[in-house]
């Protein structure tokens, strides 16, 4: 558990696509939540509310193994990834909105992460973690997700060319890291996957499922424009499946903990895909909010 690969190589591997998030991103991203406050309030209800209560409901209807249980709540804990902005963008989402929400999501889980993490640890109890996220682990968190998004954010406003410039390959070193995280942490924990795939391969396609329509249909039913409707189901339904890896690898020091997170990062993409080409199917016959 103390290898360089661990301990050094995924905090910094996430890091990466932290930082490709901040170069995305400017100050005046944050404010196009005052222009659309209704949108962006009831997509963050839904995946900071909704989504923990869904996925613990899953988590008990399945039956999981306490460090499965709590590796799924720290799934649920985590922001929207970086992808949601492209599908949102595939199918006519309200991109903008999906950049703020990526934004503020990113902020707030550095305070919601931990705690969820702290009330699923202690209700399933996975031995010894008993005490969960200590202070320390919290600041770690913050360091992890804050820090790089900031240093991206600060290279866009002093450099935008180079900005411009980074911007795809960060993508596809993203979608490399992303694709790296999952293989190590499916190998590394193979005998427990085999041991658990049907349980998590259900839980994890329900889930993504949850998530998806948790964040379409809510919005929908509150009178939300489809654009914004859209954008808000991205942004629950595609998670940062490689910052759930590295909190569970690197900051609580159970891999076996990221095999949710593994897995659901294998399966998102073709079911947001899937999703999408549902909601295009729809626009036919859909009625404005």
């Not at 690969?5 to 400017?26: H, K, Q, R």
């Not at 839904?46 to 209560?53: D, I, K, R, S």
């Not at 209700?123 to 005490?131: A, H, I, Q, V």
């Not at 991206?152 to 979608?175: K, Q, T």
């Amino acid at each position: 558990m103390d290898s360089p690969l661990v301990t050094v190589g995924l905090p910094l591997a996430l890091s990466v696509i932290m930082f490709g998030l901040g170069l995305d991103l400017t100050p005046g991203d944050f404010a196009c939540v005052l222009r659309r406050p209704r949108a962006a309030v009831i997509a963050l209800a839904c995946q900071l509310v909704l989504l923990p209560a869904a996925c613990f409901g899953l988590v008990l209807l399945v039956g999981l193994p306490p460090i499965l249980a709590v590796g799924m709540m720290l799934l649920a804990a985590s922001p929207g990834g970086t992808a949601a902005n492209l599908f949102s963008h595939l199918f006519k989402g309200d991109v903008a909105l999906n950049i703020s929400l990526t934004a503020i999501n990113s902020v707030i889980a550095v305070g919601t992460l931990p705690i969820i993490a702290n009330l699923a640890i202690a209700w399933f109890r996975p031995g010894d973690l008993s005490l969960g996220m200590q202070f320390t682990k919290t600041v770690e968190v913050f360091l992890i997700v804050l820090v790089p998004v900031a240093i991206g954010m600060v290279a866009r406003g002093l450099r935008p060319r180079f900005a411009a410039a980074m911007d795809r390959p960060v993508r596809i070193a993203s979608i490399a890291i992303l694709a790296v995280v999952i293989a190590g942490a499916v190998i590394a924990n193979r005998d427990i996957l085999a041991a658990q795939f049907l349980a998590l391969g259900g839980v994890t396609a329900a889930f993504c499922a949850a998530s998806l329509a948790i964040g379409y249909v809510v919005p929908r039913l509150a009178g939300i424009e489809k654009p914004q409707a859209v954008a808000s189901a991205f942004e629950v339904g595609i998670h940062n499946a490689t910052l759930a890896i590295v909190i569970a690898q690197s900051v609580l020091e159970r891999p076996d903990m990221a095999l949710p997170a593994a897995v659901y990062g294998v399966m998102m993409f073709p079911m947001a895909a899937l999703f999408g080409l549902w909601t295009r199917r729809r626009s036919g016959s859909d009625e404005p909010a």
